[in-house]
């Protein structure tokens, strides 16, 4: 017995934002899959439960309101670890180092937020990049015309369809972008944000934030942890 009260049953359940790829995204069967996802199934066995995905708006889970209505246990979603959201989330350990990145077009390759002046950018609403921009736009007085999408899939397509000239999000999830669309879209500057990624459980739920806790650590130290970032990140 662990201690961990669990929303039901039998089930370590999850919220997340989809799709976040190579976070967690869904396959071709439409299983929900990917680095996070991974992760949290090494808790669910750990747990002896299995690992229900809900896919939820991403403001629902950053503000607490999906953790503390019951709807999940834990919220894995390629989440920032923020001083804000500490006030009304528990974080894990930090599991992922992650930074914001500009994409474009291949061959239109925008280098700075001042050649962004007069023209589009676009954004994932509710996100730390969303959060970069906006705050970097007022403090430089930048005359852009900052976009804030939905989801990752609809900034990606913005981008696609030239509604856009540039988008900005994690790292990461532009490299799987390129990689799943080889020659359409370059990452053409990185803007060094430091940030780390963490899982989070409703605050003071203390016994199934050090399940979360012992199975980063674990996974870290058997070499578990190097072959899910294999797998779901690359080199
Ligand atoms: N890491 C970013 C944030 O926490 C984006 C997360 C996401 O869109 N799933 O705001």
Redesign the pocket.
Known sequence: ESGVALIKAGTLTTCT?LP?AP?QSKDDSGKVVGFDVALIDLVATKLQVTQAIVDTP?EGI?SGADLNSGKCDVAA????I?DERKKVLDFSDPYFD?TQALATPTGKEVKTLEELVGRRLGV?G????EDYIKTQVKEKNLKIEVVSYKD?AALQQALATNQVVAAV??LPVWNEYIKANPGKVAVAAGFDTG?Q?GFAVKKGNAALLKEVNAAIAAAKSDGTYDKIYAEWIGE
Do not use: P, S, V
Request: glycine letters at 14%; hydrophobic letters at 30%.
């Open positions: 934002h976040y976070f991403f950053k979603a390629g989440m920032t923020t992650a994932q509710g996100t730390t990049g990752l999000n994690d940030e990624y």
